[in-house]
């Protein structure tokens, strides 16, 4: 059964840094693409970044490039997303999961792969 397990979120200030870990079992780790999803209130989940298992090539969505990383221990099954400069508009729950990259118009989205969610881990950012 594929599973993730998510950690890491808090209440930072705006300009602040937060780490985030997911762990994750159920499928072999370096064959998939793995990221971060987050859903605010009110709002559908979005894709917020993807790194691909074969190479480990990174996508983000526009709005977090520069400011966020994520990375994968494939030794220890983790992915993380180092968050850096957070802004009020970050706050909301992120999720990850196995990903897939869509490419249309020079374009790149970030969707999920049909895993269930884990519990996710909230961030709130404050002004």
């Known amino acids: 059964e594929v599973q993730f397990v998510e950690s890491g979120g808090g209440l930072v200030q705006a300009g602040g840094s937060l780490k985030l870990s997911c762990s994750a079992s159920?499928?072999?780790?370096?064959?998939?693409?793995k990221g971060w999803f987050r859903q605010a209130p009110g709002k559908e989940r979005e894709g917020v970044s993807c790194?691909?298992?074969?190479?480990?090539?990174?996508y983000y969505r526009d709005s977090v490039k520069g400011r966020f990383t994520v990375s994968s221990d494939n030794a220890k099954n983790v992915v993380h997303l180092q968050m850096n400069n957070l802004k009020t508009e970050d706050t909301a729950t992120y999720f990850c999961?196995?990903?897939?990259?869509?490419?249309?118009?020079?374009?790149?989205?970030?969707?999920?792969?049909?895993?269930?969610w884990g519990q996710g881990t909230q961030v709130t950012v404050s002004s």
């Open positions: 999961a196995r990903c897939r990259i869509l490419l249309a118009r020079g374009q790149a989205t970030i969707t999920p792969v049909d895993d269930p």
């Open positions: 159920g499928f072999t780790f370096d064959d998939y693409a």
């Open positions: 790194i691909l298992g074969a190479d480990g090539s990174t």
